[in-house]
T-cell receptor, first 112, second 116 residues
Framework: EAQVTQNPRYLITVTGKKLTVTCSQN?????MSWYRQDPGLGLRQIYY???????DKGDVPEGYKVSRKEKRNFPLILESPSPNQTSLYFC???????????FGPGTRLTVT | AQSVTQLGSHVSVSEGALVLLRCNYS??????LFWYVQYPNQGLQLLLK??????LVKGINGFEAEFKKSETSFHLTKPSAHMSDAAEYFC??????????????FGGGTRVLVKP
């Protein structure tokens, strides 16, 4: 089944404790993105990648890092989480030239 | 820069009544437009998309949307609401640019409540 997977689905952590949210897609898509969803704001892009070793900032990159060492994986790293990063996070992927994005199930992060 | 405005953060409809969700966009180039649905505790599922073919687009679960360039709108409708339509709906626009990784710009979302 073609899909985007994320882990964990739920995470509660404390301020300053480094964490990684994994994302993997099995559709051989070139493009991958991370979004965060906040009430009333919709989804906003954090980082994106156009292929292996090619990543760049989106609209709200502060406090986040990413890497793309393999085509299928695109982890999101919060080196020192803060409460304002409490949000619902989505990973998405799409094929080059196809603008429909496929979304993972989401990761709900709470930082206390 | 692109932007999307969804009028009404919450909409309440009776079962069997028309569902109308409004979306207006701004884009400097002819856009691609999307409606996504998010059921409780789930990810985003594509309802339908406009990619410059027919202006009236039919999607899944009986939804359709009409692209109106003159009004910069892409409103979503369903003739008869069902209880299972209770969800949050997001309108999104793509400027079809490879810059920003084919980023989608989303509206703020509209939560639909269906009353029996």
């Amino acid at each position: 089944e073609a899909q985007v997977t994320q882990n964990p689905r739920y995470l509660i952590t404390v301020t300053g404790k480094k964490l990684t949210v994994t994302c993997s897609q099995n559709m051989n898509h070139e493009y991958m993105s991370w979004y965060r969803q906040d009430p009333g704001l919709g989804l906003r892009q954090i980082y994106y990648s156009m292929n292996v070793e090619v990543t760049d900032k989106g609209d709200v990159p502060e406090g986040y890092k990413v890497s793309r060492k393999e085509k299928r994986n695109f982890p999101l790293i919060l080196e020192s989480p803060s409460p304002n990063q409490t949000s619902l996070y989505f990973c998405a992927s799409n094929r080059d030239g196809d603008y429909e994005q496929y979304f993972g199930p989401g990761t709900r992060l709470t930082v206390t | 820069a692109q932007s999307v405005t969804q009028l009404g953060s919450h909409v309440s409809v009776s079962e069997g009544a028309l569902v109308l969700l409004r979306c207006n966009y701004s884009s400097s180039v002819p856009p691609y437009l999307f409606w996504y649905v998010q059921y409780p505790n789930q990810g985003l599922q594509l309802l339908l998309k406009y990619t410059s073919a027919a202006t009236l687009v039919k999607g899944i679960n009986g939804f359709e949307a009409e692209f109106k360039k003159s009004e910069t709108s892409f409103h979503l409708t369903k003739p008869s609401a069902h209880m299972s339509d209770a969800a949050e709906y997001f309108c999104a626009v793509s400027d079809k640019s490879k810059a920003a990784g084919n980023k989608l710009t989303f509206g703020g979302g509209t939560r639909v409540l269906v009353k029996p």
